[in-house]
């Protein structure tokens, strides 16, 4: 799935019937916009979890839905900088060891509150 | 799904039969040209939505016609120049604040008229 | 769909017997080179439709064959340098004009005769 | 597949209910940062194989699960620099010489013990 | 379908029971490593063609295998410097004359022998 950030509602008046009146938003994907129907109701400036292929379609309410974007969940806590800084950064020298260990995690916050197992 | 520019039509006589005689016109998706199935009846310069993946299929009429792009919907108004500068323009400072607050969204006309709830 | 230039025929004695004896053509996609199972019987250096996804399956004969890229028409004419020129040209100054109106169409010919409404 | 090295783990409250409460994970593919479903248990730090397209959702526990992006498995060695080094170096002077034979390979380990034939 | 060079295979001993005990195999394509499933027995530095999306399940043996690049043929000669000077080069000034006819192919040795019709 794709990290973007919603950037505005998209109007688009003349649509496939398929499409049906869910909303459609804007998302930035890097620096590419693109767009991807709203399956959580989110706002401009948030960062979501947008997920493409097949599976964009069951994500936005049915299997024949024509969608290949569909946003999937709002990330509760997203730092781009911190994100970026990760991305550039030098690869952990030792893999086996895991950056929750004794070593601070780079990037953002580590939560696992709102995680089942 | 992907905001294209319509080019124009294009023509391909020796083509497969599962292709019917459905309208296909070369996009611009950034700077490469596509070819997408029109399912919506646009015009060479209009802004549209294309949907890939296996979606395009139902999109352009059928679950077994082979299209992987197809024009779903026109866009009302789009303005590419402001939609470049908001995708190479710094990240909101904090995430947390929605674009849609007391600060001016930095893409385009926001319009909410289209949608419904 | 893409739109790629056939480079030549490609040989694989050793391969899945899900891929028959059906036609692979080496095409060049920009500048990476691909492998495309024909479907329309092209020749080297004829432009061409290639369809990938999901959707290539069933454009090469079932919806079991294992092609992720089948050739599906040969494009009647192809301008590259004059498609170049436009991907690389600036937007129209106002969308909501279309191209197709007193101004001049930028990329090569536009043809509607071979389609069908 | 691709292969990625695991960020750390993703919180989302506000997810559409086909999400359930599997495990998300941020991984590093190259210098992009994607989510992806965890399906074998991975810690942070983790080099691990991800599946992406429609096989994602199978990989995910079941054929409706919405995923795009799952981790399938842990890595037992990997050595990013040693594959670095092979991926921008020359390729085989002669293709039809396997590295396997009297030359040494040049990326990582070659471990033939974890597999069956 | 990708034309990959096989790199090492992959040893990953933690991984889900609907990978069952196939070979995995690392390729680059391009610059890039990814992990695909080996179908038809290839070494390392075999030029083989990978194919992906749904249908590199089918080609990995079943259809819910969960699969997203498998390795299909093995390529009889592939000279990646001929490959390489093919995608630089101009493309012809005329399209519409085939590269077989009196000007020789500039990629490779053109072989049709294996090929039925």
Redesign the interface.
Known sequence: ???C?V??????????P??E?K??Q?V?D???????VD???C?????V?C?????????AGS????????I??????????A?KA???GP??PN??????GGQP?V??Q????????
Chains 1, 2, 3, 4, 5 share one sequence.
């Open positions: 799935m794709l990290i950030k950037v505005k509602p998209l109007v688009s008046t003349n649509r496939i398929d499409f009146h909303h459609l804007v930035l890097g620096s590419t916009q693109k767009v991807a399956a959580v109701g706002i401009p400036g948030d960062w979890i997920v493409g292929s097949s599976a964009a379609r069951e994500a299997k024949s839905y024509p969608s290949d974007l569909t999937v969940g709002i990330i509760d806590h997203w730092d781009p900088e994100a990760a991305a550039a690869p952990a893999p086996a060891t895991p950056l929750s995690a990037v953002g580590i939560s696992t509150g709102g995680r089942t197992s």
